[in-house]
C-alpha cells in the first residue's frame, strides 16, 4: 500500500447554515500527482483552499477531517491552533494560483516578493535569501535571472509570471504544492511548458503535487490519480488511466466527450447535459468545406502593416498580411499570445489604425472610406470578447446591452419593436426572456458569453469575429457554446474568423486556418490538412504541445 501525506476525509463546507461541500473524501499518496477535476462552481477550489486555511469570509468548515502526515505524525489541519497552522502553510504546504498577474502584488517587484515567505519562514538573511530565489528561478527555466528578479509583474510575460509563482512556491522547500489551474489562461506551448517543469521538480524536489483543473486532457498529461467533482462532491476516484479509460459516473463521461478531438469532427458536440440525462450524443459527420463556403470573397486583407509606439520604441504587430475570408466559412486564426491575432482581428473592424495596406469588405475599402459610411457597414461586421464580463456594462441590464446596438444602427424603429427583437435574441441564444431586466454580474460565465452573442446578432451581421470567445469556459460550456456558434451561423449564414490558441477547438470549428507568428501567416489552408500535414517547425510544435 503507497504512503500517504495527505487524507482529507468526510470533508462538509458550509455557507452560513447551507452545506456546498458534502462528504469529500480523497488522499494524497507520497510522490505523486493527485488530480481534482470539474466545472467551475465544482468546490475544487474551495476543497483546496480548506487545506491551507484560506477559505472566504462566512464560509468554514463544518465537519470532517484534513490528516497532513509530518514525519512520524498525523496533523488534522482542521483542528489545530492559527499559530500551528501558520507554521504548516506558506512552508510545508503552498499554494500556485490560476491567474499569477491578480497572485503577484502588482506594485513589487518580482524578486522582493519571492524574499517574502523565505524571510517569514526560514528566518534567513537577505543576502543569502536572494541567492536561493536566484537559484530557483534558474530551476524554473526563467531567461536573464537578474533581469526578472529586478522586474514588475506586468513586465514579464503570463507563461514567466506563472514560472516566478512557481518559483516562489518552492522557496521555503514544501513538501506539498496545490496548483490550482495553474496552465488555463496560457498558450499550449507555454502550457506544456509548465507541465513539464511541474514533472521536472516533482522529481527533483520530491514534490506531492494537487493539480486543480476544469481539463481532463491536462489531467490525463500529468496525474497519477484523479478525484472527479461535481456539485460539491466527489463522483469519481481512481488512477488517471482507469478513469479515463473506463470512466463509470455519467458526468466524467460527459466531461471526456465534449471536449473536441482532434481526430474526429462530430457536426454536434455531445455536452455533459446529454450524459446526466442517460441520452445517447448523436454524432452525425460535420458538412465539408464545399457544403458551407462558396467562391464569393467577404474580406481581403492585403499588405496590412500595423504598429504601436512612435520612433524607435515604434513596434510592428502586424507586418505585410494578405489574406480573403469566403463567404460561409469559418476561417480560424490560431497562434500563441502577442503573435498579432487580436491585433488583426481589432484593425478589420477599424478599432485601430493600419499604417499601411488596404482592408475591404464586399470590395469596400474600409480604411479609406468616410466615418458615416463604416458605421452602415460596421453593423454588419461583429465582435465577440474574449471575457463577456468585463466586454459587458455593468450597470445596464441585458435588455439595454441588446437593444444599445439596435437603437444605433436602426433608428427608425420603435421601443416595442426593439423590445420584441431583444426577446427573440435572447431566446435564440439560449436564455429566458425574464433575464431581460437583470444585470451582468446575475450570470454565469457561459450565460455572460451568450448575452455578448446576442449582442453581436442584434444588428443582423454578415460577419463576426470571435476573440478567444471561449476560451475563459469550462469544457461542457464550450461544448454548449460552439454548438450554438454552429447553429446561428447555419439559421443566418454568417461567416466567422474564429481566433483561438486552443487547436483542438479551432479545428473543430474552422473550414479553413491561418497560422500567425510575430505578426505574419506562416502556413494556411484547409484546417484538416494543416493538422494532418504540418509544413512549417512552429505549426508542428504547436500540435506537439497538444496534451
Same mark, same amino acid.
Given at each position: 500500500m503507497s504512503e500517504l501525506i495527505l487524507d482529507v476525509s468526510d470533508l462538509c463546507i458550509s455557507l452560513g447554515d447551507q452545506q456546498i461541500i458534502r462528504d469529500v473524501s480523497f488522499n494524497l499518496e507520497k510522490n505523486s500527482v493527485l488530480g481534482l477535476v470539474?466545472? /467551475?462552481?465544482? !468546490?475544487?477550489?474551495?476543497?483546496?483552499? /480548506?487545506?491551507? !486555511?484560506?477559505?472566504?469570509?462566512g464560509i468554514h468548515i463544518s465537519s470532517g477531517k484534513i490528516r497532513y502526515y509530518q514525519d512520524d505524525r498525523s496533523i488534522n489541519l482542521h483542528s489545530i491552533n492559527r499559530h500551528d497552522f501558520n507554521a504548516i502553510r506558506g512552508n510545508q504546504i503552498n499554494m500556485i494560483f490560476q491567474e499569477p498577474m491578480t497572485s503577484l502584488n502588482p506594485s513589487m517587484k518580482c524578486g522582493k516578493q519571492a524574499l517574502e515567505p523565505l524571510m517569514i519562514h526560514k528566518k534567513i538573511g537577505t543576502k543569502t535569501a536572494r541567492e536561493k530565489v536566484l537559484h530557483l528561478f534558474n530551476e524554473v527555466h526563467l531567461p536573464n535571472v537578474k533581469r526578472i528578479y529586478n522586474a514588475w509583474p506586468h513586465e514579464l510575460s503570463g507563461g514567466q509570471r506563472q514560472r516566478v509563482m512557481i518559483a516562489m512556491a518552492l522557496t521555503t522547500e514544501p513538501k506539498i504544492i496545490i496548483a490550482d489551474e495553474p496552465t488555463t489562461a496560457l498558450d499550449v506551448t507555454v502550457q506544456k511548458k509548465i507541465l513539464d517543469l511541474l514533472d521536472e521538480l516533482k522529481n527533483k524536489y520530491n514534490l506531492n503535487i494537487i493539480f486543480i483543473s476544469h481539463d481532463l486532457q491536462v489531467i490525463n498529461h500529468i496525474c497519477d490519480n484523479v478525484a472527479v467533482m461535481y456539485k460539491g462532491r466527489i463522483v469519481e476516484n481512481g488512477s488517471t488511466k482507469q478513469i479515463m479509460d473506463h470512466p463509470v459516473d455519467p458526468y466524467t463521461r460527459g466531461l471526456i466527450a465534449c471536449k473536441p478531438s482532434l481526430t474526429e469532427k462530430p457536426y454536434r458536440l455531445p455536452t455533459v447535459s446529454q450524459y446526466l440525462r442517460n441520452e445517447k450524443p448523436v454524432k452525425p459527420p460535420i458538412k465539408s468545406q464545399t457544403e458551407t463556403i462558396n467562391n464569393e470573397v467577404l474580406l481581403k486583407v492585403c499588405n496590412l502593416t500595423v504598429g504601436y509606439g512612435k520612433g524607435k520604441k515604434r513596434f510592428q504587430a502586424i507586418k505585410n498580411l494578405s489574406f480573403e475570408v469566403f463567404k460561409g466559412e469559418t476561417l480560424g486564426l490560431v497562434g500563441e499570445s502577442g503573435c498579432g491575432k487580436t491585433t488583426l482581428g481589432r484593425a478589420i473592424l477599424q478599432l485601430i489604425e493600419s499604417e499601411d495596406g488596404n482592408i475591404s469588405y464586399r470590395g469596400k475599402p474600409l480604411n479609406q472610406i468616410k466615418k458615416r459610411e463604416l458605421r452602415k457597414i460596421r453593423n454588419k461586421i461583429q465582435i465577440i470578447f474574449?471575457?463577456?464580463?468585463?466586454?459587458?456594462?455593468?450597470?445596464?441590464?441585458?435588455?439595454?446591452i441588446i437593444e444599445e446596438p439596435l437603437k444605433l444602427h436602426n433608428r427608425?424603429?420603435?421601443k416595442s419593436e426593439r423590445a420584441g427583437k431583444v426577446a427573440t435574441i435572447l431566446r435564440q441564444v439560449g436564455l429566458s426572456e425574464g433575464s431581460i431586466n437583470q444585470y451582468p454580474h446575475e450570470f454565469s460565465g457561459g450565460q455572460r458569453q451568450r448575452i455578448g452573442i446576442a449582442r453581436a446578432l442584434a444588428c443582423n451581421p454578415e460577419f463576426i469575429i470571435l476573440d478567444e470567445s471561449v476560451s475563459a469556459l469550462d469544457v461542457s460550456i464550450q461544448a454548449q457554446v460552439l454548438n450554438l456558434l454552429n447553429d446561428l451561423k447555419e439559421e443566418y449564414q454568417l461567416t466567422y474568423i474564429f481566433i483561438s490558441h486552443d487547436l483542438t477547438i479551432v479545428k473543430y470549428m474552422s473550414d479553413r486556418l491561418i497560422v500567425m507568428a510575430d505578426g505574419t501567416i506562416i502556413e494556411s489552408g484547409g484546417s484538416e490538412e494543416i493538422y494532418k500535414n504540418p509544413t512549417q517547425p512552429y505549426t508542428m510544435a504547436l500540435l506537439n504541445a497538444i496534451p
Open positions: 470539474g466545472e /467551475s462552481g465544482s !468546490g475544487k477550489t474551495l476543497t483546496a483552499l /480548506s487545506m491551507v !486555511g484560506l477559505l472566504p469570509v474574449q471575457d463577456p464580463y468585463s466586454s459587458l456594462n455593468p450597470g445596464k441590464t441585458i435588455g439595454n427608425e424603429s420603435s
